[in-house]
């Protein structure tokens, strides 16, 4: 993944340094590049879930499943004699707790907050498939295109999943899905050896993965198809030329799948947008937009504050929700009503005038440092 988001920023910062509207600026630097993950990737080491990692002096840490994507974890530290829970994306299931594991006892609490401002009501998978076969004939009918945002891990994955099904309970024709998203393919193959589902997903003659840029160019010829492809928040990726030759046309629709984060143009669309502006072009938008909740699996409301109150003792210093965007009222007032992170453990944490500038990699000095840890609600 690291080497596929390398390779698209320096064909989006190439692309966008080529616009009109940017003749005679400095030109867009990429904030990695491909050499920069090539070093990064002699740091990495595999660990599994619910073992205790000693990493000297008292300080160690333990992953343990989120049940959000496949290799999705929260983190249990320990550093200077405390012990910290951070949550990273949690699941609806909420996090797997380890046996033997002291589950409690935390002095610092940070918890992801996606969902945190609402309740969501659950959706029978079948009932999910439902809404997605009538999406595929309501648009199909009239001879448009569906264009499926998802990204390309676990959520491409779970909506060829449903079309596969859809297929085989001859709900749905023989319709033509695209999968144009090479970094889909591969996380496809990495899911099926690691969460086999009973379904062949590389092998369906009604699913075609593109490859080339060439492939990804023909699919703006064709109508009547069914188009996934990433990112699943428009910011990049293949889907922004897919929504330039369709976002015109009254017959095509576009189905959101996953959470849209304010200020990108997948929530600029979802908000009824009548122009957008895509690789320097002015889009007049025509389809239809739709958005399809049940395939996004962030935590709710109910299963963070379930998990929260597990994780947090009443005797903790401090927790704090992290939210993708502050109109979340969990963002604005943390769980425990406080937030004192201590700036020795989280020094860019502690405090919004404490942040560090981000730097590229390739410039930092010294030793590569220690990638954050990502730990359950």
């Known amino acids: 993944m690291l080497l596929d988001a ?31 993950v090539a070093a990064c990737l002699g740091f990495l080491r595999a660990t599994r879930y619910c073992y205790w990692y000693d990493l000297g002096k008292g300080n160690g840490f333990r992953l343990r499943d989120t049940r959000r994507i496949v290799g999705s974890a929260s ?26 594991a002291e589950l409690g006892g935390y002095d610092h609490v940070l918890c992801e907050s996606t969902y945190g401002n609402r309740d969501r009501e659950p959706v ?12 595929v004939e309501d648009v199909l009918d009239r001879g448009g295109n569906l264009l499926i945002l998802a990204f390309a891990v676990e959520r491409t994955q779970v909506v060829l999943e ?14 033509n899905v695209f999968v ?32 080339e840029v060439a492939d990804s160019k023909k699919l703006n010829r064709i109508t009547g198809a069914v188009i996934l492809a990433g990112s699943g928040i428009c910011q990049g990726g293949r889907i922004r030329p897919h929504l330039l030759r369709n976002l015109p046309f009254r017959q095509s629709r576009v189905l959101l799948v996953g959470y849209q984060v ?21 889009v007049a938008v025509k389809a239809e937009i739709r ?9 709710d409301r109910s299963s963070c504050s379930i998990g929260s109150k597990r994780a947090l003792p009443t005797k903790a210093r401090s927790s704090s929700c992290i939210a993708k965007q502050n109109h979340s009222p969990c ?47």
Do not use: W
């Not at 940017?22 to 050499?35: I, M």
């Not at 983190?75 to 380890?98: F, P, T, W, Y």
């Not at 029978?124 to 999406?135: G, K, P, T, W």
């Open 124 to 135: 029978l998978v079948s009932d999910r498939r439902e809404q997605l076969a009538c999406h």
């Open 331 to 377: 963002y604005q007032r943390t769980l425990a009503g406080r937030s004192n992170l201590p700036q020795s453990l989280f020094p860019s944490l502690a405090a919004p005038g404490n942040r560090r500038p981000v730097r590229s990699p390739s410039k930092l000095d010294g030793p590569a440092p220690t990638p954050a840890l990502a730990l359950p609600c």
């Open 180 to 211: 144009d998203s090479p970094l889909a393919e591969r996380v496809t193959l990495a899911t099926m050896r690691q969460r086999p589902s009973g379904y062949d997903l590389l092998d369906h003659p009604n699913l075609c993965f593109t490859h």
């Open 262 to 282: 304010r200020g990108t143009l997948g929530a600029v669309l979802r908000d009824g947008a009548h122009h957008v502006r895509i690789s320097g072009y002015d």
């Open 75 to 100: 983190v249990e530290l320990k550093l200077a004699g405390q012990r910290i829970l951070v949550s990273g994306d949690v699941g609806n299931g909420g996090a797997i707790c380890c046996a033997g």
């Open 6 to 36: 390398a390779k698209l920023q320096a064909v989006d910062s190439e692309r966008r340094s080529r616009r009109p509207d940017r003749a005679g600026l400095k030109a867009f630097e990429p904030l990695y590049s491909v050499e920069d």
């Open 291 to 299: 958005s399809l909740d049940p395939y996004s699996t962030h935590a």
């Open 162 to 175: 449903d079309f596969v099904a859809l297929f085989e309970a001859k709900r749905l024709g023989p319709v």
